[in-house]
Every structure is written in structure tokens, then in C-alpha cells.
């Protein structure tokens, strides 16, 4: 199983990113997004369910976060608008293949982090 995060940068205060994660290997399974800021631990972003129904954001990110995924192509997304310079953070996406949870602990498998940087 493998995934990969890539699409982050550096871009303004208010700007806009789309973080893609390509999975492979692994199928029917909740995709979730986390950051890590220096000094700070991994924190739950967004995830979203297999079929694409049932997405959850944390009140952080919602109303400027979007989530969306491709099945097709195994690909989730992660459209990222109105963006603070506290978002700046690596991005990391994962899979859990059985439960649709926010829990950093119950994800099985995870990409390597693309780094956002925002600035003010």
C-alpha cells in the first residue's frame, strides 16, 4: 500500500492550494487529512468517506477546506481556500479501510507529508 501527498508550496495569505494524495494497493477505505506544525503534534484536518457521502472537517479548516475524491483514479483531494498563515504545516493524507473516525491512531496506512507554507 502506498500513498503519496503532493501539491503543497508556498503561497499568500489568502491564496489557495490543492493537495492531491494518490493511493495505491488499497481500496474501500475512509481517506483522512492531518497537519503537523513544528512543535506541534498531528492534527485531525478532514476526512471523507469512500463513496465521497459523508465528509467531516475540523472547525479549523470548515467552510474554507473542501475534500473530494476520484475513485477511478484512487486519488483524493483536498482543496484548501482562504488560506491563514496558521495552516502553514506537512500535510499528510491516509487511509483507514474500516471506519470513518477522526482518531489519528485508527488510520492504517499513511502518506508521506507535502509541506504548506502560508505567509502573512
Known amino acids: 500500500v502506498q500513498l503519496q501527498a503532493f501539491g503543497g508550496g508556498l503561497v499568500q495569505a489568502g491564496g489557495s492550494l490543492r493537495l492531491s494524495c494518490a493511493a495505491s494497493?488499497?481500496?474501500?477505505?475512509?481517506m483522512g487529512w492531518f497537519r503537523q506544525a513544528p512543535g506541534k503534534e498531528r492534527e485531525f484536518v478532514a476526512a471523507i468517506s469512500w463513496s465521497g457521502g459523508s465528509t467531516d472537517y475540523a472547525d479549523s479548516v470548515k467552510g474554507r477546506f473542501t475534500l473530494s475524491r476520484d475513485n477511478a483514479k484512487n486519488t483524493g483531494y483536498l482543496q484548501m481556500n482562504s488560506l491563514k498563515p496558521e495552516d502553514t504545516a506537512v500535510y499528510y493524507c491516509?487511509?483507514?479501510?474500516?471506519?470513518?473516525?477522526?482518531?489519528?491512531?485508527?488510520?492504517?496506512?499513511w502518506g508521506q507529508g507535502t509541506q504548506v507554507t502560508v505567509s502573512s
Open positions: 494497493g488499497v481500496s474501500s477505505y475512509t
Open positions: 491516509a487511509a483507514d479501510r474500516v471506519r470513518f473516525v477522526r482518531a489519528r491512531d485508527e488510520y492504517d496506512y
